[in-house]
């Protein structure tokens, strides 16, 4: 994984955060912490999307992000798994998986497809 692919996936983990945040803050502190996560998550978007396709980065950033806050809101927070959303969950990562592979990080482009 290039460097530039680790920009996008840290963007995610800090737009977990700040999701989390929105919901949860109650005190002066937490809606400092999430403001600076939105910061962070949106500084290490707009980097990646330099070398990357946009809509690639776009789309992987809120797959990641929806993945990452529907697994937290299992673990920490009492909403129920059920497979359904499993499923659909795996079928996001899966798209995610997709679009890295047929993007080319040496050219910002996407891959051609024969």
Do not use: Q, R
Not at 27 to 42: C, L, Q, Y
Not at 72 to 79: A, D, N, P, Q, T
């Amino acid at each position: 994984m290039k460097a530039t692919w680790y920009k996008v996936v840290l963007a995610a983990l800090f737009e977990v955060g700040w999701v989390i945040g929105l919901k949860h803050s109650n005190n002066s502190w937490e809606w400092i912490g999430t403001g600076i996560a939105i910061a962070v998550s949106f500084y290490y978007l707009v980097t990646a999307g330099k070398n990357l396709p946009v809509g690639t980065v776009y789309a992987v950033f809120v797959g990641l992000g929806t993945t990452g806050t529907v697994i937290c809101e299992i673990l920490f927070f009492g909403v129920p798994a059920d497979a359904d959303k499993l499923m659909w969950i795996a079928l996001l990562v899966m798209g995610i998986i997709g679009l890295k592979l047929v993007t080319d990080i040496s050219e910002g482009k996407e891959k051609e497809i024969n």
